[in-house]
């Protein structure tokens, strides 16, 4: 009953309820009465009948008055601050509760108003404390992600699945150098965020470090680690140390850490060495036995002449075979020795401009460096040899007021030029010889080390050239250079503008569940969005693709830095109208690998995702009409942005790439290359996620579903 | 009693005076230039000790080591190896596969005539 209804009941009942009393009270005297008193009350009541209907009006309206008053003080404002109170605990709002009613009511309302205020600020100072924690917690992952990028070693951290949940580039290069073909997208495939390390790790050696070090914190060591050796695909031999990632309480194992070195040259090194060591003992044992059984028998005094001529002839062989043995020995461990003095790659104008910043701040020399080979990678100890070239340079302006000078740096054979050249002054080689072995000493500062130590350090030489044309006099290093696979491994200078996405943490959490794909939730799900740009619309007519791109969604993330990007070579013509459309022009394509060593790089690139793209089914026709050629089947499930868009805005006129992301606000950049759509359509499909939970669409096999009852999903290839 | 000495080497530059030297010491010396050719002179003629090396073609010393301990003809026969392997596990694993003494390339021939003639003196 409404309240307004229960009003007026409670005015009108107190009236009614006079009337009634009155009514039965008359009525039930009126049944003593005998017929003579009757008549005569009758008589008496008759004319005032009036006189008692108007009193039992007034008296009903004073109580239905009074009544009214008693309702709305005490069940009215009762009730409207029921609702009031109901509203603020269903959410915060600024409205004070009414002040309306009896005492008592107006009582409870200011202690419920009290009692919400309590709340807000409760509320106030769990959601600063929140925010404050996040904030923490949100520094602290950036700075350990500041820390990792920094790292010379390459770290991958991974859950209990395998899955990786932060790596750093110097991984990512070491990964890109390990894969199998280095070559295709930048061999982009092998690692990235959600990825599974078992895709380079054999399951069974992980699984092995993995027990290790469940063993060792049953023994209760606190920092457990084990350590393994794994050769990879491509040959190369890596050191893996693994770290526990320990869960409080317990603790118990969440997680492990992978630090990866190639010792590959370490260990080629290393087995040189012991080569040496070994044909250095038993090969020289073997002769010198020989040597000395000989001597001892041309000490006996009644040796014939033939018998001595045989046994000096054996003297004179194995001292022959002994010399060329050390000879061989000297030439060899010269190259493994220079290994020991833990160098760096260092590319050679990098390593001139610090010399020569480190000579500027002495305020000695002005020095130049225009004559520099910049494509050159040294393997240097830059500190000690930016140590020998300030020392020099700093003796010659010393001792020989030279004011300006220039640094060079040029390849000779398979090392390298570092020359300081200056001109007038000529300086004796004697004097040359005395700065080469005298400890180093610049200004204050003095170090045990002379310059000979340094290049001796380095397996190199130094000396000291004039040039008489030119009136120039130069100290020249004879420095190693830096091998080719060392140069891959060098770290290139990343986007400085973003921190790339090498890590989310959030994986821990998640684990591989044994749940059908079609029940997960679109937001944990791992997409692979790609585009494809093909030389004509008619994939069964003959047209090829030209180019793939692709980009990767991990726990609901656009992960920039784990694109695939690669152009094919089509082995046909590329139709003259589709050219201004992606702007790829032949002579792009030709010399580019063909789809048939593509696509496996890509496919490998999807694993254990699902795939994306705009208007899938023509690019899903592309790749599985390629089925049979290159044996890799794409069967994960795919999703299409055109039916998801055409399931959240049926009545929108298109759902041109776009004109959707025009709807949901993406700007749009770098469209018609393969990269550049796949990206917009990975921004779309992110964008869509949360409309499609709107409509009640949660799980990828919901998606799916309603997908396929869209108009548009009736369009065929 | 003249002892019989067999002598397995694949270098003739040792071979040729560890001849001359046993020779000179007076006893009857048989030469061996691999390991089989080793074998198949001691079941000739069993000889009282052999000089045996270890690094030769066909047979190593210590497969012929091997062979001459398992072989009931040959039991007597002291085997003394002269190796230029000289790592304590080499020795070991000689000494195990049942040479009786081990001589260490380079060593010095009165040395080894004195063990020879210790191994023989013990054995008479």
Known sequence: ?717 | MTHKILIADDEPNILISLEYLMKREGFVVTLARDGQEAIDAMLRDPPHLVLLDVMMPRKTGLEVCQEVRAHPALQDVLILMLTAKGRDTDVAKGLALGANAYVTKPFSTKDLVARVRAMLGGAA
């Open chain 1, 1 to 717: 009953m409404k309240l307004a209804q229960r009003a007026l009941l409670a005015a009108l009942a107190p009236g009614l309820a006079l009337g009634l009393w009155i009514a039965l009270t008359t009525a039930m005297v009126w049944a003593t009465l005998s017929t003579q008193e009757r008549t005569l009350l009758g008589d008496v009541l008759e004319p005032r009948i009036a006189l008692t209907l108007m009193a039992w009006l007034v008296c009903s309206v004073l109580l239905a008055l009074l009544a009214r008053r008693l309702f709305g003080d005490h069940v009215e404002a009762l009730a409207r601050l029921d609702e009031e109170t109901r509203v603020q605990l269903a959410g915060r709002t600024d409205r004070a509760l009414p002040d309306a009613g009896s005492a008592q009511v107006r009582g409870l309302a200011a202690t419920i108003q009290a009692l919400v205020a309590q709340r807000s600020a409760l509320q106030d100072d769990m959601q600063r404390q929140v925010q404050a924690a996040s904030q923490q917690v949100d520094h602290e992952r950036r700075r350990l992600a500041a820390l990792m990028a920094e790292l010379t070693q390459s770290v991958v951290v991974c859950n209990l699945d395998g899955r990786v949940l932060l790596y750093n580039n110097r991984a990512r290069l070491q990964f890109r150098a390990l894969s199998d073909v280095p070559g295709l997208a930048e061999g982009a495939s092998t690692i990235g965020l959600g990825r599974s390390i078992y895709t380079v790790f054999e399951r069974q050696l992980v699984d092995h470090a993995l027990d290790t070090i469940r063993q060792r914190m049953a023994r209760g060591s606190t920092n457990p680690s084990a350590q393994f050796v794994t050769t990879t695909r491509n040959g190369q031999l890596l050191r893996v140390q693994m770290a526990a990632v320990l869960d409080t309480p317990g603790p118990v194992l969440g997680g492990f850490v992978l630090m990866l070195d190639n010792v590959t040259r370490e260990f080629e090194q290393e087995s040189l060495r012991d080569q040496l060591l070994h044909g250095m003992t038993e090969g020289s044992r073997g002769s010198l036995a020989n040597l000395q059984a000989a001597v001892d028998m041309l000490g006996y005094p009644d040796l014939d002449a033939a018998m001595r001529e045989r046994f000096l002839s054996v003297v004179r062989e194995e001292a022959a075979a002994m010399g060329d043995r050390i000879q061989s020995l000297a030439v060899s461990a010269a190259s493994g020795l220079k290994t020991r003095w833990p160098m760096e790659d260092m590319r050679g104008s990098d390593l001139v401009a610090a010399i020569a910043r480190r000579i500027e701040a002495l305020g000695t020399l002005e020095v130049r460096s225009d004559a520099v080979d910049g494509a050159l990678w040294l393997k240097v100890d830059s500190f000690s040899l930016m140590q020998a070239l300030a020392y020099l340079a700093a003796r010659l302006a010393d001792e020989f007021g030279i004011r300006r000078a220039e640094l060079r740096l040029s390849l000779a054979d398979t090392r390298a030029h570092l020359d300081l050249v200056w001109s007038g002054q000529v300086v004796s080689t004697e004097t040359v010889m005395n700065w080469e072995m005298d400890p180093m000493r610049i200004g204050t500062e003095s170090t045990p080390l002379s310059v000979r130590d340094v290049v001796d350090r380095h397996g190199g030489a130094f000396w000291f050239e004039r040039e008489r044309v030119r009136h120039e006099a130069f100290f020249r290093f004879l420095l190693p250079l830096a091998m080719a696979q060392e140069v891959i491994d060098a770290p290139v200078a990343a986007d400085a503008t973003e921190r790339p996405e090498y890590y989310d943490f959030d994986l821990f959490r998640m684990s591989d569940q044994a749940r059908d794909l079609a029940d997960r939730r679109l937001t944990e799900l791992s997409y692979t969005v790609f585009d494809t740009e093909t030389t004509g619309l008619d994939p069964s007519g003959g047209d090829e693709i030209i180019q793939i791109g692709a980009t990767r969604i991990v726990n609901g993330r656009l992960l920039r830095h784990e694109g695939f990007e690669q152009l094919v070579d089509p082995q046909r013509p590329i139709s003259a109208a589709s050219i201004p459309i992606h702007g790829i022009q032949p002579s792009m394509v030709a010399g580019q690998p063909t789809i048939d060593r593509v696509l496996p790089a890509f496919h490998a690139f999807a694993q254990d995702t699902v795939l994306v793209a705009h208007n899938a089914a023509f690019d899903m026709r592309f790749l599985q009409l390629k089925e049979a050629r290159t044996g890799v089947c794409f069967d994960q499930p795919v999703l299409d942005t055109l039916l998801l868009s055409a399931v959240v805005h049926p009545h929108q006129e298109s759902h041109g790439l776009e004109a959707i992301a025009q709807r949901l606000g993406i700007a749009v950049e770098g469209r018609h290359t393969a990269l550049g759509d796949a990206t917009v359509t990975a921004q779309v499909f992110l964008k869509l996620v949360p409309l499609l939970a709107d409509k009640g669409i949660h799980t990828l096999g919901q998606a799916r579903a309603a997908a396929k009852d869209t108009y548009y999903a009736r369009v065929q290839y």
